[in-house]
């Protein structure tokens, strides 16, 4: 191999690594968005509640909420479809209606709904992204909170007003609010996928990070799975 074709091997080989650290240091460099003034306050008693978002790959919104205090679970699915359509190859072309989702089952004496909302805008995804989050395309990929019932939908709505109003985000916030119809878990192997496979490129690059902001940013919010 001569000298030229041996150097550009080993930049293709730093080239992933260059990407983990600046995203890394991307989400470093970031803060916290300000808690949702309009909120449930934190109930007296253990109990579960639920959530279902939406923003971009399921398995980075799973892996975030994996992480954090309160959250029995997270599940990923589709949510925004039929039943004959919530499998992966129909949702993966774009015109089932559906989003890839995460329903997020959390304690609401640990954790709030707006609590929960904060994280959810503030290192699990982009949400002044249209249909779109990072490499993924499509409204399969859109940005959307599936909301249960009235007292969800208000602080969500009011939420995203209240990020809007403050300029937080250099664009517009694009995220629908929209009642839950239902939820579709995904297939098994989309389970825990960015834990089952920490060192895949896409892991690496797009869903790890997420983890290390909520890391940095909430760490009274976070928790070894």
């Not at 007292?151 to 009642?179: G, H, M």
């Not at 297939?187 to 834990?195: G, L, R, S, T």
Request: with cysteine.
């Amino acid at each position: 191999m001569s000298m030229p074709e041996s150097l550009l091997a080993v930049l293709f080989l730093m080239l992933p690594m260059a990407g983990l650290i600046a995203c890394n240091t991307a989400n470093a460099s970031s803060t916290a968005l300000p808690a949702a003034e309009l909120d449930a306050p934190l109930a007296s008693t253990h109990g579960q509640q639920s959530a279902v978002l939406a923003g971009g790959c399921f398995w980075g919104i799973q892996a975030v909420f994996q992480h954090v205090k309160g959250v029995i679970s997270a599940t990923s699915g589709y949510s925004g479809g039929s039943v004959q359509t919530a499998n992966y190859e129909r949702v993966c072309g774009g015109n089932t209606g559906h989003a890839e989702s995460v329903k997020v089952i959390f304690d609401p004496s640990q954790i709030s709904y707006g609590q929960i909302l904060r994280i959810f805008f503030s290192v699990a995804h982009d949400p002044t992204e249209l249909n779109r989050q990072g490499p993924d395309s499509g409204t399969q990929y859109r940005s959307a909170i599936f909301y249960d019932g009235e007292e969800q939908k208000r602080i969500a709505e009011d939420y995203i007003a209240q990020l809007d109003r403050a300029s937080i985000f250099p664009r517009r916030i694009v995220t629908q609010v929209t009642p839950l119809e239902a939820f579709y878990p995904a297939e098994d192997y989309h389970q825990n996928y960015a834990e089952n496979h920490p060192s895949q490129p896409y892991i690496m690059f797009n869903d790890a990070p997420k983890v290390v902001a909520l890391r940095k940013l909430f760490p009274e919010l976070y928790t070894e799975k």
